[in-house]
Every structure is written in structure tokens, then in C-alpha cells.
């Protein structure tokens, strides 16, 4: 795993982010995305129950939290993908409630999926295009006639280069992405969503099935992105990459932001530490494994 | 004996037959649906049957010229792609094959149906629309052409009009594909969420899609009747499938596929059946009657979809990185 990976450079941590204690859904100096209230349900489950929360501009926030938290869900909601059930948040001061993705992305929230979403048919350069904003040649009566769009093409083509030329893609440009190796696919999802010069960056889990060589040219890459002027946030497992690289942490469970913070310190909430290894992690297991089986009884019981 | 000269020369008239030309265009049609945006569009056949619809009914009962009539045929199979991609595209793409393919039938049923007799004719259908057309025909009377290829003034200029269409589509394809805007359509085919989060309205590229391709296959629907009477039997759904199975035959994300493989098509569905029909004449197949060898044709078509599935899934001119209609 990626936990022996050593840091090449110590990142400089951006700190003094919120307002009043480190609490769940504290106040944040200058945040650039709210959300308010937002719930979503699917049948009896409740994915998402977020009261308040803010991400900070500039930063890199990681929002952690064990499987089936409601990260993901949390992710889609805020991008577009899903609609929820209550709620508002804004990005930029913008409401983006009942906004379709398409638009949420154009005003430069741009995400990547937790499993990678290159397009293995196009070649690698095409997908890069594909990211560029406000292609006139995307219009399909400008289309057919190229002198329109052919100048505009020039430039995001140039544009594409230099960007697969820093994440060491160049070399790939004509193949056909289905070519690529996974951790190559997470590089030019991630190439791709900086096309269109995005203010905030959302990562789904940049570094699952990387390798470890691969991830510490991965983690660089997003600490560059901040050193651009992009605000991060990112759902990520590996609590290592997230020390190392994250400025704040909000943590999930269950559709509940639980605690935020500094990495350090929240790694030492009780809350997290609850969440993650369960609130009755050190009383006797031997009890609720005879509960259990009472519950299994009853179910197989109910079954018959 | 069998006279061979007849099959070919019969096989090599549907190089060119007009029939050829719209079976092209269908094609074509289905390229941008299904070959490039990865649109299941089962109902090309009423996209074909509203062309052939509108330019006949257009005619004969509101008396339009052929630039309005075309212009209505065109009008007609915008209004039926929005009416079906309203309610479909957002869904997943087998709900859009259900419903085109139910639409279409719709279409044909209410074409057949003799309610509306005055305007379609029903069953029988409609003719005595082609003389319009026919006085824009620049070639005096007569007969030209050589060998197989020998026809009046009219079968010249519906082979010359069909044709041209053809090209003049290919290369608007052509151009369309190459061009951003191809680029988009070929991200959707692959994962629409993708191209989604990337800023760019799915939803509205699917449904230019959807028009385009319905357009291709209504200018389809009109060279298909200029030659011969508007009939609804002729709109089945078997007729969509004939117009897959040369998509496929030729590949399905090519702009030259639909075009040879219409080709290919005729001119073997000829070869098979006059071949057939005379072989059970001359007694070579004994346990066969005439009727039962004008079925065997669909059989061999069936066959060779087939094969081509197995052997070239990404079709004659097909990129099998690109698009493989079996991965």
C-alpha cells in the first residue's frame, strides 16, 4: 500500500481556514461551498443528513469517513448527479440547487468519479479537448464548417499538450485511452477536469488502484493544484495520503458530518475514532456475537 | 440452365438502384444514432416512412411543390424524434430502442388504418405524386446508359438525385464527425456522465442527434418511393433490421460503411434470389418450391449478419479500437 510511500517535499499546510472551534459545521474564513440541510433518502436508508457545512477556498479538504458514509452520495448531490431531498448549497455564492451537472461543471466545479471515467474510445488528446470550455465548434451548425473553430482548436490543442506534457502523458497523446494503465487513466481524468480551468476540483477517490509509484506523482500533482489557486476536495480511504496532504478534514458516518479539523487533530476524535472502528470497539465482542446469532435465529425463524 | 447473365447483370443493377441510395441513407442515419452517439434507435423505419408520408400526402392532397413537400417530410420526423426523445433520453438506452421501435409501429398501424383513407390510402397507399419531381428532370427523353445499366430519363434522375444525396450527406457526416461537435457525440456514446461532468448538455446533444439521424432517414423515405408507390407494408420492422444489418456489415462508426454496405447488400440479396428462384426452376434444389426459395434470401442475410458479428464485429471499414459491436 501506499502507507510506505516517503513524501519527496514536506507540503506547506494552509491553516487558519475556519472561525470559533474546530466543530462540526464550524464557520470557515472564506468558504467556497455551502450546504445547508441537504438529506437524501433512498427508500428507509437515509444516505445524506448534512445540516451545515463549509469547504474552504484555497485548500485542500479531504472528506473521509468509512464505507457506506454517504461520501460518494454527498459528492453527487453536490455536483449535480443526484437530486436530494431537502437542502441548499451554493458554490461561490451561487445557489446550485435544481442545477443540471452540465451547468454546475461550466461554472467550475469540475469533478472525477471514484471509478475512472477516461474515455477508452476517443484518444488521449480527444479527451483532453473534450474538457475545454466554450468550444464554439461544439455547436452542430458551426460544425460542419471548420474555418469557425479550427483557431480555437489550435489553442486547445496547445493547451492539451502542455497539460499531458506535466502529467507525463505527452508521449500517449494519439493512443486510444482504453490503452492506458489505471493509475494513467486517473492522470488524464484528473488532466482532463483542469481543461477548463476549474475553480474547485472534486476527487472521487483519486488514489483507488493506484500504485505506489504512481501515487506519490498523484499526490504532487493535487498539492499543485492548490499552489494554482484551486480549492480541493477529495474522498479518499488512505488516511496516510490524507495527513499528508489535506488542510481540514470533514468526516462522514452514516450521512453525518461527525467532526472536522486539522488531520492531526481529528484523527484523535473520539467521534472518528468511533466511527471508523465502531462506537463499542472495546467492549467484550462476546456479547453482541450472541446477539447476533439471537438476531439471525429470529430472522430464519421469520423466514419459515 | 441457368442464365448467369441474368443474376449478374441483375445483381449489378443494384449498385446503383435508387433503392441502394436510400438504404444508404438510412444507414447513414443510423451511423449518427447508434454507430456514434450509441443511440438504440429501432424505429429508423418510421423516420422512413414519415418521409415517405409527408412528400406523397404533402403532394397529392395540399398540391405543395417538391421543395415544400421535402420541407414537410423533414418537419415531420423533427416534430417525431423530439415526441420520442422528450420522454426517453434522459432514461438509459434500451427504454429509447422500446420506444422507437413501438413508435414506429404506431406510425405504420396509423398509415394503415382505414380511418385516415382520404389522406394515406391505407393499405393499398398512395401514388401519382412522382410528377413534380419529374418535371424538374433536366435529361430529355430517351433511353441511355450501357450494359445493365440502361434506363429511361426518370430512373436516370432518381439515381442522380438519390446519389447525390448520398455523397452530399456523407461528406456533411464526414464534416460533422471530425469536427467538436463529433467529438462530444463520441463521448456520450462511451459514458454520458463523463461527458457530463465535463459541462457539456447530454441531454440536448442525444436529442441533435436523434433529429439528424431521423432527417437522414425521412430524405431516405422520399428517394425510396420516387421510383415506385408509397406502401405501408413496406415499413416494418423488418425493414429497420435490414437497414442494421447493413450498418453493421459495413461498420457501425464509419461514414463509407453504410454506403458500400448497402451496397454489398443488394447486390448479394439479388445474387441470392435470382440465383435461388432459377437453381429451384432448373430442378438443382428438389426440396424446395419457388415460394419457400424467395424466403431462403432472409435466411442467407440472417447467416451472414452472423458471420460478420462473429468474424468482423467492427464491420468492413469498422476501427476495432474504436467501436466493436461485440467487445
Request: proline share 4%; hydrophobic share 50%.
Amino acid at each position: 500500500m501506499s502507507s510506505d510511500v516517503t513524501p519527496t517535499s514536506k507540503p506547506v499546510k494552509t491553516t487558519g481556514l475556519h472561525i470559533g472551534a474546530a466543530e462540526p459545521g464550524c464557520r470557515k474564513v472564506d468558504p467556497i461551498l455551502v450546504a445547508d440541510g441537504v438529506t437524501r433518502t433512498f427508500g428507509g436508508l437515509t444516505a445524506v443528513d448534512v445540516d451545515h457545512v463549509e469547504i474552504p477556498r484555497g485548500a485542500i479538504t479531504a472528506l473521509i469517513g468509512p464505507n457506506g458514509a454517504g461520501k460518494t452520495t454527498f459528492f453527487n448531490l453536490l455536483t449535480g448527479f443526484d437530486k436530494p431531498d431537502t437542502g441548499t448549497w451554493s458554490f461561490e455564492g451561487r445557489s446550485l440547487a435544481h442545477v443540471p451537472a452540465y451547468r454546475v461543471a461550466r461554472m467550475g466545479l469540475i469533478r472525477t468519479f471514484q471509478l475512472t471515467k477516461a474515455l477508452g474510445l476517443l484518444t488521449v488528446l480527444d479527451n483532453m479537448k473534450l474538457g475545454a470550455k466554450n468550444q464554439s465548434g461544439e455547436n452542430l451548425f458551426r460544425s460542419v464548417l471548420p474555418f469557425l473553430w479550427r483557431k480555437q482548436e489550435v489553442e486547445i490543442e496547445a493547451k492539451a499538450m502542455e497539460l499531458l506534457a506535466r502529467f507525463k502523458l505527452d508521449a500517449k497523446s494519439t493512443d486510444y485511452a482504453a490503452s492506458l494503465s489505471g493509475g494513467q487513466r486517473k492522470l488524464l481524468e484528473m488532466a482532463r477536469a483542469l481543461m477548463s480551468d476549474p475553480t474547485l476540483v472534486m476527487l472521487d477517490e483519486p488514489m483507488a488502484g493506484v500504485n505506489p509509484a504512481l501515487t506519490q506523482s498523484l499526490l504532487d500533482h493535487i498539492l499543485d493544484l492548490k499552489s494554482q489557486g484551486m480549492t480541493v476536495l477529495f474522498v479518499e480511504h488512505d488516511m496516510h495520503m490524507v495527513r499528508h496532504i489535506a488542510d481540514w478534514v470533514v468526516v462522514m458516518a452514516e450521512g453525518r458530518i461527525v467532526a472536522e479539523g486539522d488531520p492531526h487533530t481529528v484523527m484523535e476524535d473520539q467521534a472518528v475514532i468511533d466511527a471508523y472502528l465502531g462506537a463499542h470497539h472495546d467492549t467484550d465482542l462476546g456479547a453482541t456475537d450472541t446477539e447476533n446469532v439471537e438476531v439471525l435465529k429470529e430472522l430464519i425463524d421469520d423466514e419459515q | 440452365m441457368i442464365d448467369w447473365t441474368q443474376i449478374f447483370s441483375n445483381a449489378a443493377q443494384e449498385l446503383i438502384s435508387p433503392v441502394t441510395a436510400a438504404y444508404a441513407l438510412a444507414a447513414l442515419g443510423l451511423a449518427v444514432h447508434f454507430g456514434y452517439t450509441g443511440l438504440l434507435n429501432f424505429g429508423q423505419a418510421g423516420f422512413m416512412a414519415l418521409g415517405a408520408y409527408g412528400y406523397a400526402i404533402s403532394v397529392l392532397s395540399f398540391g405543395l411543390p417538391v421543395w415544400a413537400a421535402v420541407l414537410v417530410g423533414i418537419g415531420a420526423s423533427v416534430v417525431f424524434a423530439l415526441i420520442l426523445g422528450i420522454p426517453t433520453l434522459r432514461l438509459r438506452a434500451d427504454y429509447l430502442a422500446i420506444v422507437t421501435i413501438a413508435a414506429a409501429e404506431i406510425l405504420r398501424l396509423i398509415f394503415t388504418t382505414n380511418t385516415f383513407d382520404a389522406l394515406t390510402g391505407s393499405a393499398s397507399g398512395l401514388q401519382g405524386y412522382k410528377g413534380g419531381f419529374a418535371d424538374l428532370n433536366p435529361i430529355p427523353k430517351g433511353t441511355y446508359g450501357f450494359g445493365p445499366f440502361e434506363y429511361n430519363e426518370y430512373d436516370w434522375w432518381v439515381r442522380i438525385v438519390g446519389w447525390s444525396l448520398v455523397v452530399i450527406i456523407a461528406l456533411l457526416t464526414w464534416l460533422i464527425m471530425r469536427s467538436p461537435w463529433g467529438r462530444v457525440i463520441k463521448g456520450i456514446r462511451e459514458d454520458e456522465d463523463a461527458v457530463r461532468a465535463l459541462g457539456k448538455n447530454v441531454y440536448s446533444y442525444k436529442m441533435q442527434s436523434l433529429i439528424l439521424g431521423g432527417v437522414y432517414g425521412t430524405l431516405a423515405g422520399m428517394i425510396f418511393v420516387l421510383p415506385r408507390a408509397v406502401v405501408p407494408a413496406n415499413y416494418q420492422t423488418s425493414l429497420t433490421f435490414f437497414v442494421y444489418a447493413i450498418l453493421l456489415l459495413g461498420g457501425a462508426a464509419t461514414i463509407l460503411g453504410p454506403i458500400i454496405g448497402s451496397m454489398i447488400f443488394w447486390v448479394l440479396l439479388s445474387f441470392f434470389s435470382g440465383f435461388i428462384s432459377r437453381a429451384v426452376e432448373a430442378g438443382w434444389l428438389p426440396f424446395m418450391t419457388q415460394v419457400q426459395a424467395g424466403q431462403l434470401r432472409f435466411i442467407l442475410v440472417g447467416i451472414a449478419i452472423m458471420l460478420i458479428v462473429i468474424f468482423r464485429p467492427q464491420g468492413i471499414f469498422g476501427n476495432k479500437k474504436e467501436l466493436a459491436f461485440v467487445k
